[in-house]
């Protein structure tokens, strides 16, 4: 199985880990990836903000690439791990196939320089794939070191599964949670999971952007809410959400009196210790914090075939 694949901008800075555990799990999985030759930044989260028709033009010659990439008249699924870039390129696509307003117009830019959308893009986000492409029945066929016991937060955030996302309950999202339960961790039940974790508010960081009470505010409730229903850790899946959410619980334990020290990982990144990669494999050497309570480890088990994986923690 392959997928073309457009990184973004966030998975190869702040968010590398990512991109690494994505990697590793996928490659062990045996799925490969076909990065975009010649990408360019999608526009998310603030073009769109600034001029609509040019925020949807940046995504749209990205569908265009992959197009370019599988020659013939067949489907082609995009793959994606950040939440906005999953949203802005959905956003251009959906633009462009509805023939009204925005996508006339991006569609005579796109022809300006030699460009041409066939609509035979389908975008889809890493989460949607491992749920629905690969699937939880043979992830967890694949599971030697169970997270047993480990409580975990499934944090969507606001971009992931609306407004244009189809794989997914826009209110009530359940595929991290089942893909959690397959690999033996247990989800805990809270009203957190679609809240916006304010990464809109701020350019570079709380404290320097544009409504920084408002980020602070936005993601301290988030962590509070998933450390007051006894969550050992919150699992993302979009780089920008992990980083606001693990980065600045220093800060926030300081403004609002609360102590906060939960470890936000990405979703590829627990997948992958079950699986048993190793951690430098999957990127959590790069994390800001990472600890898993005592006793919940994930321990080796038999493979399917008998043999146990040999494993190595720290």
């Not at 990184?7 to 190869?12: K, L, W, Y």
């Not at 990464?199 to 505010?217: E, H, I, N, V, W």
Request: glycine share 10%; proline share 5%.
């Amino acid at each position: 199985m392959r997928y073309p694949y457009y990184p973004g901008c966030s998975v190869e800075g702040t968010g590398r880990a990512y991109e690494e555990s994505l990697a590793a799990v996928l490659a062990a999985l045996d799925v490969r990836l076909d990065e975009l030759e010649d990408w360019n930044c999608c526009g998310a989260s603030a073009a769109d903000s600034i001029d609509e028709v040019r925020a949807i033009a940046l995504a749209a010659r990205n569908l265009v690439l992959a197009e370019a990439g599988a020659p013939g008249d067949e489907p082609v699924e995009l793959l994606t791990p950040c939440a906005g870039c999953y949203r802005a390129l959905l956003a251009a696509q959906h633009a462009l196939e509805d023939g009204r307003r925005i996508g006339p117009r991006v569609a005579r830019g796109l022809e300006a320089v030699g460009l041409r959308y066939e609509r035979r893009v389908r975008v889809r986000h890493v989460l949607d794939v491992l749920v629905h492409g690969i699937g939880t029945e043979r992830i967890a066929q694949a599971v030697t070191r169970p997270l047993t016991g480990l409580r975990v937060a499934c944090y969507y955030g606001c971009l992931l599964v609306r407004p244009e996302a189809r794989f997914d309950d826009r209110h009530d999202p359940t595929s991290m949670d089942r893909l959690m339960r397959a690999i033996g961790a247990e989800p805990i039940e809270w009203p957190m999971k679609t809240r916006c974790c304010g990464g809109s508010c701020y350019g570079a960081d709380p404290f320097s952007g544009t409504t920084p009470q408002g980020a602070l505010t936005l993601s301290h409730a988030i962590l509070r809410e998933a450390a007051r229903r006894g969550a050992d850790a919150v699992v993302t899946a979009c780089p920008l959400c992990q980083f606001n959410l693990e980065a600045f619980q220093e800060q926030m334990t300081r403004h609002f009196g609360t102590t906060l020290d939960l470890t936000v990982g990405y979703v590829t990144q627990f997948v992958g210790l079950a699986i048993g990669l190793e951690e430098r494999a999957l990127g959590i050497h790069r994390m800001l914090r990472w600890r898993l309570p005592a006793g919940r480890e994930p321990e080796a088990v038999a493979s399917p075939s008998g043999r146990g994986r040999e494993v190595r923690d720290g």
